[in-house]
């Protein structure tokens, strides 16, 4: 993420264009994203605004694209497949979910599903997953003292050796190493 910086938030008052493409924003009321230059109404006030670099990092928050500004551009049959996955991902990530389990929820064959997320994005929904589950496991580790195996179960990853060696590969070191790093 971002931090909220006076030119920003200017940015987004003024409704900029020319700060399209640099960042989108979150407001934590409507937990909707937008572009700098959305037109809707913004009643927000800074700690209300979360700045992010990229759709999955709002996404990963909750966040969802605001249907006017489209931040997240036109979407085609595949990419609103994605989209949605990527949607349903972020807010039940800390569930045990499988291939299987997801295209059921979408009505899909596996291979429809796993070739669209690959065209899409040039990863398996189970790398994304993976991913996500390390953005919130990082975040964890530096604001909360909850134990490395408590944090592991509530990124869905309830096996303590699987946790850490993923988060290893994902990371570069251990998430004891991680927390006292990031504290």
Do not use: W
């Not at 924003?25 to 979360?50: A, F, I, L, T």
């Not at 990092?57 to 909750?62: I, K, P, Q, R, V």
């Not at 919130?136 to 944090?151: C, E, F, G, N, R």
């Amino acid at each position: 993420m971002y931090s909220l910086t006076k030119k920003r938030y200017q940015a987004i008052k003024e409704q900029d264009h020319s700060y399209d493409g640099k960042f989108i924003y979150g407001v934590m009321d409507d937990h909707r994203v937008c572009c700098p230059s959305c037109e809707r109404e913004k009643n927000c006030v800074p700690d209300d605004v979360r700045i992010f670099k990229t759709n999955d990092e709002a996404l990963f928050e909750g966040f969802i694209p605001c249907p006017d500004c489209q931040p997240f551009g036109p979407l085609s049959e595949k990419a609103d497949l994605v989209y949605r996955v990527k949607v349903y991902l972020a807010a039940h990530y800390q569930q045990r979910l499988t291939l299987e389990s997801l295209s059921a929820a979408f009505d899909c064959s596996t291979g429809v599903l796993h070739r669209a997320f690959m065209t899409q994005t040039d990863e398996s929904p189970q790398a994304y997953l993976i991913r996500l589950r390390m953005y919130h496991a990082k975040k964890m580790l530096s604001q909360s003292a909850d134990s490395v195996a408590v944090i592991g179960l509530k990124v869905g990853i309830p096996n303590l050796s699987y946790f850490n060696t993923v988060f290893k590969q994902q990371t570069g070191m251990t998430a004891v190493q991680y927390r006292k790093q990031n504290r």
